[in-house]
């Protein structure tokens, strides 16, 4: 086993996962989505990226915070990352991987 120049061994190899495609929410099942999801303070920004780092299979995480996350949030992790294809997607309004329509909030683990 190999160590790092601090003598701990690096975090393990999360296992290639096919990250979903990213898709935008049609008008109807934003429109029924009440504003639960309104971030009001750095935390809860913390733990949205945190949550995407753990749905992305990460097994290694590091948060930089300045100025209480109001300067800036930065996770770093290991997870399997967002398809290429995807990346136009990554800041459009309501667009997710993890549901397609209103029912399937029913099944957001």
């Not at 913390?46 to 995407?52: F, I, P, S, Y």
């Not at 997870?79 to 329509?101: E, N, Y």
Request: with cysteine; charged share 20%.
């Amino acid at each position: 086993m190999s160590s790092t120049a601090s003598g701990l061994s690096p975090p393990p190899t999360p296992p290639r996962i096919t990250p979903r495609p990213i898709r935008a929410l049609d008008p109807s099942v934003v429109n029924r989505i009440a504003a639960g999801e309104v971030i009001q303070r750095p935390v809860s920004a913390l733990k949205e990226l945190l949550e995407n780092s753990l749905d992305a299979g990460a097994t290694a995480i590091t948060i930089t915070v300045k100025e209480g996350g109001n300067k800036m949030l930065q996770i770093t992790d290991n997870g399997f990352g967002i398809r290429t294809a995807d990346l136009p997607l990554l800041c459009v309004r309501h667009a997710t991987s993890k549901i397609q329509k209103f029912e399937d909030l029913s099944t957001i683990r």
